[in-house]
C-alpha cells in the first residue's frame, strides 16, 4: 500500500549538510499497524512527514497505491493526501473551539453542509469515549481526552492511512494504553493502515505488527515484533528490547563481562522461550540431564501478539562441555539463546 525506495533527506545548517534519513525502504502493506523506533535524532518525525510529502525527500520514491507522490502535481498531490490523517504528540487542537467544533474542522474546508458534518463527529465522539463533551472547550479536558478528539478528527475525513507521530509520548502509562487500544479497535473495525513512530518500545510490542529500527537515520532492522523481541540482530535493537523487557544486565556484572572465555569463568546467556516453551522448567532440565546449574540474574514473562514469551539472563555453571552440549540441547528446542560473555 505505502512503499518508500530508497529516502534520503538532507538539510543544510551553518554551510553544512545534515542527513537526517539515509537510503531507507519501507513497504507497509494495507491494514496493517507499522512501527518506527528509535531514540531521539534517529530521524523518526522526519520520516513520517516524507510519507505524506510534509517534508520533500532529497531524494527517492514514495508510492501510495502504485502512485509516486513526489511526481504529482500539487492538486493530485492534495487528493492523495485527503486518504491519510495525522495525529501528533501534543495534539495541535484549537483552544478557541470546542470538542465537536474541532472534530468538524476538515470537512468545513469541503463544502460539506454543516449538519451532515455533525451528524458524522457526533458517531465519531461516540467511537473515541467523548459522548458527553462535545460542547466542552478543549482547553478544559485531559491529555488523554485531547488525544481522542484528535483521533476523531484525524477520521473524520474516511482516511485509508493514520500517521501517529508520537501519539503517546505526553501521555501517563495508564492513559497510553488506552490510547493504543483505542487505535488498535479503529485498525480492526476500519480496516486502517497505521504507521506510529515512537521512543517506546513499549508502545511497540503492544500495539504494532511489524517494526523498523531506526538509528542515525538509518533502518538497522526489520522485522514482525514477536521476532524482534525473541531474536534482535543489531546492537541497537537488542538495547531497545531489552529495556522494553526490563531484562537489562546490571552494570555491575556488564562491567566485569568478557567477551572470550577465561579461566574459572562461566557464560552469561540471554534465553527467549516462545509459547509452550515458556512454561517448561528448563533449569531443573539443565541440571538434571547435564549438571550445568543455572544461576538466574534477570526474568520476564510477557506475551505479545498473543504468543507468551518468557526472558531469562543466567549464568551456566558446571563442566565446559556439559555447558556446550546444554547450549546446543536449548537451541535444538527452539530456545533462542545468545552468549553475551563470560565473568
Not at 538532507?10 to 519501507?26: G, P, V
Not at 490510547?179 to 480496516?191: P, T, W
Not at 506510529?196 to 517494526?211: F, G, W
Not at 529500527?213 to 531474536?231: A, I, M, P, Q
Request: neutral net charge; hydrophobic residues 40%; proline residues 3%.
Amino acid at each position: 500500500m505505502i512503499e518508500l525506495k530508497n529516502i534520503t533527506k538532507t538539510f543544510s545548517a551553518a554551510n553544512q549538510f545534515i542527513t537526517a534519513l539515509e537510503n531507507i525502504h519501507i513497504q507497509i502493506n494495507a491494514g496493517e499497524i507499522y512501527g518506527i523506533i528509535g531514540r531521539s535524532g534517529a530521524g523518526k518525525s522526519t520520516l513520517i512527514r516524507c510519507v505524506n510529502l510534509l517534508e520533500k525527500p532529497t531524494s527517492g520514491e514514495i508510492f501510495l497505491h502504485q502512485d509516486d507522490l513526489c511526481k504529482l502535481s500539487e492538486k493530485a498531490l492534495r487528493q492523495k493526501r485527503q486518504k491519510m490523517s495525522m495525529i501528533f504528540q501534543h495534539f495541535n487542537l484549537l483552544n478557541s473551539r470546542n470538542v465537536i467544533e474541532n472534530v468538524m474542522l476538515p470537512l468545513e474546508f469541503r463544502k460539506i453542509p454543516k449538519k451532515e458534518i455533525k451528524i458524522k463527529a457526533k458517531k465519531l465522539l461516540e467511537l473515541v469515549g467523548l459522548k458527553n463533551r462535545e460542547e466542552h472547550l478543549v482547553s478544559h479536558l485531559s491529555g488523554g481526552q485531547k488525544q481522542r478528539v484528535a483521533i476523531a478528527r484525524a477520521l473524520i475525513t474516511d482516511p485509508e492511512i493514520l500517521l501517529c507521530d508520537e501519539p503517546t509520548s505526553a501521555l501517563d502509562p495508564e492513559t497510553t494504553q488506552q490510547i493504543l487500544q483505542l487505535l488498535k479497535k479503529i485498525n480492526r473495525e476500519f480496516n486502517l493502515t497505521i504507521l506510529l513512530i515512537t521512543h517506546e518500545m513499549d508502545v511497540i510490542k503492544t500495539i504494532c505488527d511489524r517494526v523498523g529500527v531506526l538509528s542515525h537515520g538509518k533502518l538497522v532492522e526489520e522485522k514482525n515484533v514477536l521476532d524482534l523481541f525473541t531474536h534482535p540482530e543489531t546492537q541497537e535493537a537488542k538495547l531497545l528490547t531489552q529495556k522494553a523487557l526490563h531484562i537489562e544486565l546490571p552494570k555491575s556484572l556488564a562491567d566485569k563481562l568478557s567477551i572470550q572465555k577465561k579461566e574459572n569463568t562461566f557464560p552469561i546467556v540471554r534465553l527467549a522461550f516462545l509459547g509452550s516453551e515458556a512454561s517448561k522448567p528448563i533449569t531443573a532440565l539443565l541440571q538434571k540431564d547435564f549438571h550445568v546449574i543455572t544461576n538466574i540474574l534477570m526474568a520476564d514473562l510477557e506475551t505479545i501478539h498473543e504468543t507468551m514469551i518468557g526472558f531469562m539472563i543466567c549464568q551456566l555453571n558446571g563442566d565446559e562441555k556439559a555447558i556446550e552440549k546444554a547450549v546446543i540441547f536449548l537451541k535444538e528446542h527452539h530456545i533462542e539463546t545468545e552468549v553475551l560473555g563470560y565473568v
